[in-house]
């Protein structure tokens, strides 16, 4: 979706080895998100950001860091991957903190990585 | 975070209206109602949302029960691109994430 890039958009990777996914955004948004995609769980929040610097845990977070040093980069790392891994990523961002505001999330098109 | 909760599939003919239910009995007075779809291979798109009153876009139609344990999204004619997964979900509260949960996939057939 415009304003939001994921890279890569494929990966294969061997256990073990780490890994980043890099989340780019150029709307200025505050909140970024990082969910994963499995059949049968749907999305799966990992961790998510509500600024440079500020990070918090979601729902599935061990194995994973991300870090945030920039407002329109969001990175999540695989310290050292493991099979149960192989996911598709997406990221998503949000306006600052207004569940009025009309604009909602908007998400990225997804990473699909293979831990073989 | 409060849930929702919706059914696994439906089935609809193109042209018709559709009419996708989601039950949150245990909203709370701030929760805002989110709906978003999923396309096959791409990421969830936002749809509508609302708060209390029925709300109108060029997407979609939301209906909100009164008593707001209860919303329904509507699409007025559907359409073979409208098949997707459509999340039902309830956003506010200190952290303002959206929890998804398995949502109701829609079929469309011509």
């Known amino acids: 979706d415009a304003g939001i890039t994921q890279s890569p958009r494929h990966k294969v990777t061997e256990t073990g080895t780490p890994v980043t996914l890099r989340c780019h955004q150029t709307?200025?948004?505050?909140?970024m998100y990082w969910y994963r995609q499995d059949p049968g769980h749907g999305l799966r929040l990992i961790h998510y950001?509500?600024?440079?610097?500020?990070?918090d845990k979601g729902e599935v977070s061990d194995g994973y860091s991300v870090s945030r040093s920039k407002t329109e980069d969001f990175l999540l790392t695989l310290e050292s991957a493991t099979s149960s891994q192989t996911s598709v990523y997406f990221c998503?961002?949000?306006?600052?903190?207004?569940?009025?505001?009309?604009?909602?999330?908007?998400f990225g098109s997804g990473t699909r990585l293979t831990v073989v | 975070d409060a849930k929702t909760t919706q059914p696994n599939s439906m089935e609809s003919n193109e042209e018709e209206p559709v009419h996708l239910p989601c039950n949150h009995s245990?909203?709370?007075?701030?929760?805002?109602i989110h709906w978003y779809r999923q396309l096959p291979s791409q990421g969830p798109e936002y749809v509508i949302h609302?708060?209390?009153s029925n709300v109108n876009n060029r997407m979609a139609s939301l209906a909100i029960a009164e008593d707001r344990k209860s919303s329904t999204l509507i699409l007025h004619r559907a359409t073979l691109r409208d098949a997707a997964v459509y999340y039902c979900?309830?956003?506010?509260?200190?952290?303002?994430?959206?929890?998804f949960g398995t949502g109701t996939r829609l079929q469309v057939f011509p």
């Open positions: 950001s509500y600024g440079v610097k500020d990070t």
């Open positions: 979900i309830l956003r506010g509260g200190i952290s303002d994430k959206l929890i």
């Open positions: 245990t909203i709370s007075g701030t929760d805002y």
């Open positions: 609302g708060l209390t």
């Open positions: 709307e200025n948004h505050r909140y």
């Open positions: 998503a961002i949000s306006e600052l903190k207004r569940a009025n505001s009309t604009y909602g999330y908007t």
